[in-house]
């Protein structure tokens, strides 16, 4: 059985492989074990490629080479493949996080950070605030702050907002544990529910809203449809840090 030309583009991009490769594993798929030359024949790629293509899809871990003559190929269960995508993946990931996480502590970003610093004051205030509008927008534009946080996080909100909030700081956890930033959760809702290092504090206020580091403060506002949802954010030190002073007051 041939798969269809839209479904080898859609397999080609999730899994990373080349139009040849793509088409030599299908072919092994559907015929279970077979010779480089019969594969040339079922998958259309040239036989002066199919040997290249194989080896490649060995050391991916797609096929496995049955030693003979002729050498015959094996495809390897789609199930065990995806795992191993998943894994390699996953340390990928790992090394890039470690490899920018370095960055930080050389010389290259504390110019980086001085030319910031440099900028900044060169800023007006009109281009410190921005509006987002949609939940998706909002829920990625809090995400996006909450990893440039340093030294603290406050997050408010309300039953309306309380399940994208929770599934936000879910991912953003341990990225903050790991740069010992002290994070606050509040919330008008009864929660029995483990978020590891973050602390969680039962409030009275009906408010949605999140800060960090005292300098940034993101309000977010719902629109009579959630995809409507909106966000206003501003960076202003002096202004934060007395808004939550008020907050932390109005708790008491």
């Known amino acids: 059985m041939l798969i269809q030309k839209e479904s080898l583009q859609e397999l080609r991009q999730r899994f990373k492989l080349n139009i040849y ?24 790629v040239p036989r002066s490629r199919c040997y290249d293509v194989l080896e490649g899809l060995e050391k991916k871990g797609f096929i496995i080479m049955k030693i003979g003559k002729p050498i015959k190929y094996i495809a390897v269960q789609p199930e065990a493949v995806v795992e191993r995508i998943k894994k390699r993946l996953q ?53 996006d702050m909450l990893s440039r946080a340093k030294k603290s996080v406050t997050v408010v909100t309300n039953e309306e907002g309380l399940k994208h909030k929770i599934k936000v700081l879910k991912k953003a956890k341990d990225s903050l544990a790991r740069k010992k930033v002290k994070v606050k959760f509040y919330t008008n809702v009864n929660l ?26 993101f309000f977010v506002m719902a629109g009579k449809d959630p995809e409507y949802d909106s966000g206003v954010w501003i960076k202003s030190p002096y202004f934060v840090s007395a808004l939550n002073n008020l907050f932390q007051k109005g708790l008491k």
């Open 192 to 217: 029995n529910i483990d978020l590891g290092n973050i602390e969680i504090v039962d409030t009275k206020h009906d408010a949605r809203f999140a800060s960090i580091d005292d300098e940034e403060i």
């Open 21 to 44: 490769e793509i088409k030599i594993w299908t072919a092994i798929l559907s015929k279970g074990i077979a010779a480089a030359s019969e594969l040339a024949e079922i998958s259309g």
């Open 91 to 143: 340390e990928d990931a790992e090394q890039q996080i470690q490899t920018v996480e370095k960055l930080a502590e050389t010389d290259i970003f504390e110019e980086l950070e001085l030319l910031h610093k440099t900028g900044i004051k060169k800023i007006d205030v009109e281009n410190i605030t921005d509006s987002v509008v949609g939940r998706s927008n909002v829920n990625k534009f809090l995400k």
